[in-house]
């Protein structure tokens, strides 16, 4: 048990202090201009809460939600249980490891708005490699500025080639802290391949399972960048997700009102569904 | 073990295919490119990469994410070090609440903070500085830092603090020759992040900048857009984005894995 003291606030207080001015001044604006309606010159006109009530009736809104839910949906389907199924067949020991583990890491140090630009010019139709290779020698229809479906697969496509990698990476730690002796008894009782999995290897990475799934559903919940670089939330509105639709309303539009209220019920969202994750994880740890 | 060896390898060439095809697009000329289908560069041109070595709008960009990036890392680390000591090692009013705060943080959509982070930082004139681009990734990067550190800490047995305090040590001695030397590999993966994602970050870097802290990354998007398609340029622009970050996961290869296992993370 850890002994209380008073006094470790002094130890919290840069953070406090550093994580306040950039949190909370910002936030206390947003919702300023949640309840106003504003007709520039720095007029304000009090509003109440009918921007939350237009926003939670507004079928635009629903639609880019919707979006942004089928978009998580999907990429955690994916990105989870291969990125698990990756980290299994990762050798355990030599130099192999280092390799794997730099070039897979490799994504995730790419700025965004690259990724973005470069699976751009991956997938043209007619000469980027991606494109050329569906649309030529495979002769399948491929233009992602036109099918809304193929838009869709694209982006699915590079946030898995973006992402996945954190879920090995995390996977693979949780297993290499596996000691031998488990996998030795496993075999002497003569356990599968897959009761080793089940029972032995899945609780262990349980932890750092939960923490994948909470960063992964965090960050592709608050995507912005690369699908804004890549498709531009088209063709049409077929891509455009939460935080694409805020921007074009806060900066293209500058309807401040609106894009503040959508952002506050936006961060409520992502907050929900981050302390529901968080709290079931502090759960399973006690 | 053996047989199944081919998953990672093909998972990593699916990984390098887009980087692939961007390197390779970096040394064509713009001619080529548009020209048609080349698996290859067919003649082979640095004139991509002599425009950005050259133009100081282009190398400037580097220049000014590496230091607002730098910047960041190590307030991020500095300021966390002792707070996730806290964390660690106390009880104190109100410490499971401002840890969950703190992770709330690392959850904001950065597009719902462009606007009021354009108008805080305009309003204390630091907008177009390096320092104000620093200073709006540590709501992020804080968060992540003292959930990392606090990790490693947790892992260290109270019995140090104590044999080190009988022994004499005051505290700042404690921290800075014992404590911390034992805790580098978790320093290392904190700073590793923080520098990971104020790298890749744009929409509040690019928001919050103008001419003089522009970063990199927004360099790229403006060129691509106002000199039409040089997708030559925009191609060798992005492959030296690249560099920074192998560099420094280079640095830490071993203590990736390690530190994440030895960690809470």
Redesign the interface.
């Not at chain 1, 850890?2 to 606030?9: E, I, L």
């Not at chain 1, 794997?100 to 690259?114: D, G, H, Q, R, T």
């Not at chain 1, 007619?126 to 991606?130: A, P, T």
């Given at each position: 048990m850890?002994?209380?003291?008073?006094?470790?606030?002094f130890?919290?207080l840069?953070?406090?202090v550093?994580?306040a001015?950039?949190?909370l001044?910002?936030?206390m604006?947003?919702v300023n201009y949640s309840v106003q309606e504003t007709f520039g010159n720095n007029l304000f006109f009090w509003q109440g809460v009918d921007w939350f009530e237009k926003l939670l009736n507004s079928d635009r809104f629903h639609a880019a939600l919707g979006r942004q839910f089928l978009f998580t949906g999907i990429i955690l389907a994916i990105e989870i249980p291969l990125g698990v199924?990756?980290a299994?067949?990762?050798?355990?020991k030599g130099v192999w490891?280092?390799v794997?583990?730099?070039?897979?890491?490799?994504?995730?140090?790419?700025?965004?708005?690259?990724v973005g630009?470069?699976?751009n010019?991956?997938t043209l139709p007619?000469?980027?490699?991606?494109g050329?290779f569906l649309n030529?020698v495979l002769g399948v229809d491929y233009n992602m500025t036109q099918s809304p479906l193929a838009a869709w697969m694209t982006i699915v496509a590079m946030d898995v080639?973006h992402w996945?990698?954190l879920v090995?990476?995390?996977s693979?730690?949780?297993l290499?802290?596996i000691p031998d002796a488990y996998y030795q008894a496993a075999k002497i009782d003569g356990a599968s391949n897959w009761a080793v999995f089940r029972y032995i290897q899945l609780p262990k990475m349980k932890?750092?399972l939960t923490?994948a799934i909470l960063l992964r559903f965090?960050d592709s919940?608050?995507i912005?960048?690369e699908i804004f670089?890549l498709t531009g939330g088209g063709p049409g509105n077929s891509t455009t997700l939460?935080?694409i639709d805020?921007?074009k309303i806060?900066?293209g539009q500058f309807d401040?009102g609106p894009?503040a209220a959508m952002?506050l019920i936006?961060?409520a969202i992502?907050?929900l569904v981050?302390?529901l994750f968080?709290t079931l994880m502090m759960r399973n740890e006690t | 073990m053996q047989k199944r060896s081919w998953v990672p390898i093909i998972y990593i060439l699916f990984l390098m295919l887009p980087i692939y095809w961007l390197v390779a697009m970096s040394f064509k000329t713009t001619g080529e490119i548009l020209s048609g289908f080349s698996l290859f560069p067919q003649t082979w041109t640095f004139d991509n990469y002599r425009v950005i070595f050259t133009d100081p709008t282009w190398y400037w960009g580097y220049f000014n994410s590496i230091i607002y990036v730098s910047l960041n890392t190590v307030i991020s680390i500095i300021v966390a070090l002792p707070a996730a000591y806290a964390f660690s090692r106390y009880r104190f009013l109100g410490d499971k609440q401002l840890f969950f705060w703190l992770l709330t943080n690392r959850m904001a959509p950065a597009a719902v903070f462009a606007l009021p982070f354009f108008q805080l930082y305009s309003a204390v004139n630091l907008f177009d500085t390096h320092i104000a681009v620093a200073l709006a990734h540590l709501l992020f990067n804080i968060p992540l830092a003292v959930w990392i550190l606090e990790g490693f800490m947790s892992g260290v047995p109270k019995e140090l603090d104590e044999t080190a305090f009988v022994d004499g040590y005051s505290f700042p001695r404690f921290f800075t020759k014992i404590f911390l030397p034992t805790i580098g590999a978790g320093v290392g993966v904190a700073a590793f992040f923080c520098f990971m994602f104020s790298w890749v970050e744009l929409l509040l870097a690019k928001t919050l900048t103008a001419v003089y802290a522009k970063p990199i990354a927004a360099v790229m998007t403006k060129t691509a857009s106002s000199a039409g398609y040089e997708l030559g340029l925009l191609a060798a622009a992005g492959t030296l984005t690249i560099i920074p970050g192998a560099i420094v996961i280079y640095f830490v290869r071993h203590n990736i894995a390690k530190g994440f296992a030895l960690g809470r993370v």
């Open positions: 850890k002994p209380s003291y008073q006094k470790a606030w130890f919290v840069p953070v406090l550093l994580v001015f950039n949190a001044i910002p936030m604006t947003v199924a990756i299994l067949a990762m050798p355990r490891v280092s794997c583990l730099v070039l897979m890491a490799l994504p995730m140090l790419i700025p965004w708005n690259v630009a470069m699976w010019i991956f007619d000469i980027g490699l991606l050329y030529h080639w996945t990698s090995v990476l995390l693979y730690a949780g290499v802290s932890r750092v923490i965090m919940f608050n912005y960048t670089v939460l935080s805020l921007v806060a900066l401040l894009a952002s936006y961060f992502t907050l981050s302390w968080y | -």
